[in-house]
Structure formats: structure tokens, C-alpha cells
């Protein structure tokens, strides 16, 4: 069972950048497929992207494609949120989230385990 908690959210103008880490611990790193999701108040939670354990990766296209890039170092068992051009409506806690195995899956029920969300508020 890997253990994941997020870091690096915060306030940020519309147009900032914000990066946000996720640290995983009490597995092997390496064989997982790692996301990230977000959920607004009111909202269901929102694939937003998924980087394999070989490397490949997957955005969503609708909402983030070409401004959110997803990176992981397995040396350092982090994964990474890079989130530029922002939008207020990116504003949403925003969730790592870890299952075995390469298939980049975006729905919720395919992860088995999940950090505690990091708040990003971007402001108009």
C-alpha cells in the first residue's frame, strides 16, 4: 500500500504558474502508474492527468492540454504537477492518486490509493 501526500498548492493570479509535488512512500514507486485529479466545490473529480511507470503520460484535452504537464522522478518517488497559464477555473483541491501497473487510466475507480488534496486557488 503506497501513501501519498501532496505539497506545493496555494494562491496564485490568474496567468501564474504553480508546480505540485506528490511524495510517495511505503511501495515500489517505480511499478505504478501515477495521477492527478482535481475536484471544485460542487463538482465531481476530474482526471487531469497520468504518467506510467515507463514513462508514458496522458492529459486531459478538455481542460488542461498545452498549460498542465505531468513529470516524475522514481529516485526521488515524486511525481509532479507543472501548472501554467492558470485559469480561475482550475481553482479545485487537487489529488494524487496511485495504481499498480502502465495502463493510464482516467477514471477515479481505477486507483487504489490517494493523497489528502492540496488547495489551488487561482484568483481573476
Known amino acids: 500500500q503506497v501513501q501519498l501526500v501532496e505539497s506545493g498548492g496555494g494562491l496564485v493570479p490568474a496567468g501564474g504558474s504553480l508546480r505540485l509535488s506528490c511524495a510517495a512512500s511505503?511501495?515500489?514507486?517505480?511499478?505504478?502508474?501515477l495521477g492527478w485529479f482535481r475536484q471544485a466545490p460542487g463538482k465531481e473529480r476530474e482526471f487531469v492527468a497520468a504518467m506510467a511507470y515507463y514513462g508514458g503520460s496522458a492529459t486531459n484535452p478538455d481542460s488542461v492540454k498545452g498549460r498542465f504537464t505531468i513529470s516524475r522522478d522514481n529516485a526521488k518517488n515524486t511525481v509532479y504537477l507543472q501548472m501554467n497559464n492558470l485559469k480561475p477555473e482550475d481553482t479545485a483541491v487537487y489529488y494524487c492518486?496511485?495504481?499498480?501497473?502502465?495502463?493510464?487510466?482516467?477514471?477515479?475507480?481505477?486507483?487504489?490509493?490517494w493523497g489528502q488534496g492540496t488547495q489551488v486557488t487561482v484568483s481573476s
Open positions: 511505503g511501495g515500489t514507486f517505480s511499478t505504478y502508474t
Open positions: 492518486a496511485a495504481r499498480r501497473g502502465g495502463a493510464m487510466v482516467s477514471a477515479r475507480g481505477g486507483y487504489d490509493n
